[in-house]
């Protein structure tokens, strides 16, 4: 059990009911046409893999980063989406559906959160070039909690490495913004 960071398959964005998206789909895409936007449809390249990290650890480091480097409404934007979208929006969209932990989904774009974890990973000295980015099931999960973080964290030590926790979350946004970029998928929580 937990809370899971995942991406929202091409398949399962318009379906309605417990399996599908249908409802925050058919919201979003209201509101998009309102503000003179296009409706947002998931491409369905060939697969790329299914984005998932379990966010189990504390985030309080993360969060205190976030305080520190960031404007209030950034770290809003940062901390309190529900749904990532693969396409710029000029602010976060307050959807009246409820998602799998809020009330209401609120919508962010990737572009937004790459930039603001970009900053982050740049304050830290995150070493972009260790840590995985090939988008597979947990791999930042288990390479941050199961050992080999540690290891590089002696191999090149710096700011990143003293709360690898911190590291963690910062890599997940930063890794989920580009995933949803790349493939064109909306991620969300479950």
Known sequence: MGVYLVSVA?????????DGYGDVASALNTELERRGLPP???KTPEDPGWFEEKMSPP?????????????PEEEHTLLSWSLLVPFALEEGIELPVGSAYTDETLVVG????????ERLAGTLGLPLDLIP???GNLELTLWFLEGEAEQAAAARPGP?????TTAFYTAVYLRAAQYSLR?????TYS
């Open 40 to 42: 947002y449809t998931p």
């Open 110 to 117: 990737a572009p937004c959160v790459l930039a603001l974890a």
């Open 59 to 71: 985030m309080d480091g993360f969060a205190a980063l976030c305080r520190a480097r960031l404007s």
């Open 160 to 164: 990143w490495a003293d709360d690898l």
């Open 10 to 18: 091409a398949q399962d964005w318009s379906v309605a009911g417990e």
């Open 183 to 187: 493939y064109g998928r909306a991620l």
């Open 133 to 135: 980015a090939a988008f």
